[in-house]
């Protein structure tokens, strides 16, 4: 039987290890803070522990860091992501721990470029790395919106719009994927050569059979069936082309003789 302190102290040392080995860990990222020095973090839970990533070390972004008006503008959009992704799963490095308070400070970015380095660009005996295009892995979705579901594959980020989700249609993504659930992508393509660089592009569709297509087939011609309305678009026409005005030209008289 061990008490409450020992497992506490357990999971602390496994930790501490993680520091100093650079292991990747997983968590929940429960929580959006803002320090008394203004600074954003992500509150992660780890087995029980706090774990304070800043949110430049998240990833969400890359590129200079603006100031003034334009950093609180930046800042006001990185809470309004993390926001969205509350409740999805972590990797990062332990970048610092302090045994008194027994607080962390980690990075998701160490870690993503990590796992980009081991499953996209190292090779195997074979020359191959371990994810190609084509293969079907197993992603992470990080975000959810009416049109779009934002996963994560092995360390990268990609954005998977409706019609890429199914065969059939959806309507609205958020009733049928929620944060922190899992999903099988097909990696359509692969972009880049180094860990700041890579893209992918994926989808969900061709993970799955066509039973929309076996559904048509049974419909004749002529044939009137019942249906629901789950989405309407509609394209708004194109303003007429604006008609630039010109003077009219007097003809010019010519200076030839005849």
């Not at 996209?120 to 990080?142: F, H």
Request: charge should be positive; charged fraction near 30%.
């Amino acid at each position: 039987m061990q008490t409450a302190e020992e497992r506490e102290a357990i999971i602390w040392h496994e930790i501490q290890n993680a520091h100093w080995t650079r292991r990747i860990l997983t968590g929940m990222l429960d929580g959006v803070e803002r320090t008394e020095s203004g600074l954003t973090v992500a509150a992660v839970s780890c087995k029980g522990f706090r774990v304070a990533i800043p949110v430049k070390e998240m990833l969400l972004f890359t590129g200079r860091v603006p100031f003034g008006a334009e950093f609180q503008e930046l800042m006001g959009r990185m809470r309004g992501i993390l926001t969205a992704r509350l409740g999805s799963e972590i990797d990062f490095i332990v970048k610092g721990h302090e045994n008194k308070s027994r607080s962390v400070v980690a990075s998701r970015r160490d870690a993503m470029y990590r796992k980009r380095q081991t499953f996209y660009l190292d090779k195997d005996e074979r020359g191959e790395p371990m994810i190609y295009e084509g293969r079907v892995v197993q992603a992470r979705v990080v975000a959810v919106a009416e049109k779009v579901v934002r996963a994560e594959a092995f360390g990268v980020e990609c954005a998977i719009l409706a019609q890429g989700l199914s065969r059939a249609w959806v309507g609205d993504a958020a009733e049928h994927y929620h944060v922190g659930d899992r999903i099988l992508v097909r990696v359509q393509k692969i972009t880049g050569t180094t860990v700041e660089d890579l893209t992918i592009t994926a989808d969900v569709r061709s993970t799955s059979a066509d039973t929309a297509s076996d559904g048509l087939k049974k419909c004749v011609r002529q044939g009137r069936y019942a249906g629901r309305v789950t989405d309407v678009r509609w394209r708004p026409t194109p303003p007429p082309p604006a008609v630039r005005w010109r003077p009219a030209m007097s003809p010019q008289r010519s200076t030839r003789g005849p």
